[in-house]
């Protein structure tokens, strides 16, 4: 049945088709290269402690080669990819540095 349906007959264009496929791909790399990147700094974290990690971004900070804004984004970011991906316990890791940063 698929076969005879002509996207034309009801008004859709087939460029408009191709660009919905397109977005959706394009959607879906973003997504991939997000959780690797959220996995990438991730592991930056997994070599040290949470009390380490803390010290380590809070010295950043101080030094001023970042801002606490653009780490809590950074941090905000990574738990909505582990949420996704249901990886609690690095939720709870990135939480628990982002509550320590911000104390």
């Given amino acids: 049945m698929e076969e005879d349906f002509n996207p034309d007959d009801h008004g859709i264009d087939s460029d408009e088709i191709a660009k919905i496929y397109a977005i959706q791909d394009m959607e879906e790399e ?7 990147q ?7 974290f997994d070599d040290l402690d949470v009390d380490e990690s803390i010290k380590e971004i809070k010295a950043l ?8 804004e653009s780490v809590n984004l950074l941090l905000d970011n990574m738990i909505i990819v582990f949420e996704e991906d249901e990886e609690y316990e690095k939720c709870h890791v990135c939480n628990q540095i ?3 940063i911000n104390a």
Avoid: H
């Avoid at 973003?30 to 690797?36: I, P, Q, S």
């Fill in 38 to 44: 959220a996995n990438d700094f991730y592991n930056d």
């Fill in 30 to 36: 973003n997504k991939k290269w997000l959780r690797e």
């Fill in 98 to 100: 982002k509550k320590g």
């Fill in 61 to 68: 900070v101080t030094d001023g080669e970042i801002s606490l």
